[in-house]
DNA sequence: GTACGACCTCAAGTTAAGTTGAGGTCAAAC
DNA sequence: GTTTGACCTCAACTTAACTTGAGGTCGTAC
C-alpha cells in the first residue's frame, strides 16, 4: 500500500523550513536516509517530515546533532515510527526541559539577591554556581569550566 | 589613595576560575583594558574581577561577547563602577531571564499537548513556534530560520 | 534546441569562543 | 650559571552546524 508519494529534497525543505543544504547535511550525519531514483535523485518518506521536524524541536530545547542521532536510535527500525514512539521521545524532553527552567530559575533567584546588593560578585553573591555552568550552551571547545577547583575568596 | 594592589594575570585567572588564554582572548576582544608594568606584563585592577565575573554571569544568562561588550559599555568611563552601576546592568539581566523562562514554559506546554497525541508534527501540534526559534542559540551561520515565511500544511 | 529550474557532488568557508603550540623574555631560586 | 615558573606574542587549530561555490546532470517548457 505504499503510495508513490515520495518526495524530493525540495519538497521537504518547503515543509519543514529548513533549507535544502541543510537536509543534505542531516543525511551525510546520519539524520535521515532517503533513496535514490534512477537519477541519483533523494527521494523521502513521508514520514521524514515528521523525522525533520523532531530535530528542529529537539535543537529548539537545546540537543546537540549528536544527542539527537542518539534519540533518533530510539526509534523502531523497520516500519515508520508510529504517535506512541515518538510520545515516548517527547517525554525525556519534558524532563530536559524542566531541568532547564529550574536551573534558570535559580539563576533569576540569585540574581534578585545581586539586584538587592548590587555587588555582582560570584562568591559573595552566590550567584554564579558551578552545577549551573554546565548548562550553559556554547560552541567550540570551553569544556568543563565547573568542577573541583575552588575558587578562591573574592575582592 | 590607589594602593600597589594590581593584579598578575594569573592572579586573576585563579580568582575568577578563567583560564589565561581566556582573559588574553578577553583583552583582545576589549573586554578589559590591562595596563603593562615595565617588563610589558599585564597588570590588572582590582576591580576587573567584578568585571570578568560579570562575564561569566552573562555567558551563563546567554548573552554573546559581542552583548556583553554593549552592556559593559553602559559602565562608567572614568570612575570604577560601583554596586549601583552594576546594579543597574542586573536588572536588564532579570529581565532578559523572565523572557528565557517564558519561551522554555511555552515549549513544555505545547510539548505536554504533543504528549497526548504523540504526534510531534510541527503546525499540527502548534509546538514549534517561530517566535521561539530566535531565542535558540547555536553556533555557526544559522540565521533567522523564523520569519515571514508560512511553513505550509502539514503531512 | 536551448534555456531554466531542480537536482547532484565535493571542497572550502563561516562564526563563536577559546585553546594550543612554538619561540622568546625576565626574575628569583638552587 | 642554569633551571624554573610566570609571563609575552602570534599563528594556527578546534567544534558545531551549516552555507557557499564550482562544476556537472536531467527533464521540461518555450
Known sequence: MA????????DLARRTGLSVSAIRFYE??????PMRNGAGQRRFARSDIRRLSFILIAQQIGLTLEEIIAELARLPEGRAPDPSDWQAISRSFRARLD???AALERTRDRLDGCIGCGCLSLNVCALYNPDDRAAARGSGPRYVLGGTDEPGALV
Open 99 to 101: 531541568r532547564q527552567i
Open 3 to 10: 503510495r508513490t508519494t515520495l518526495l524530493a529534497i525540495g
Open 28 to 33: 551525510a550525519r546520519g539524520l535521515v536516509h
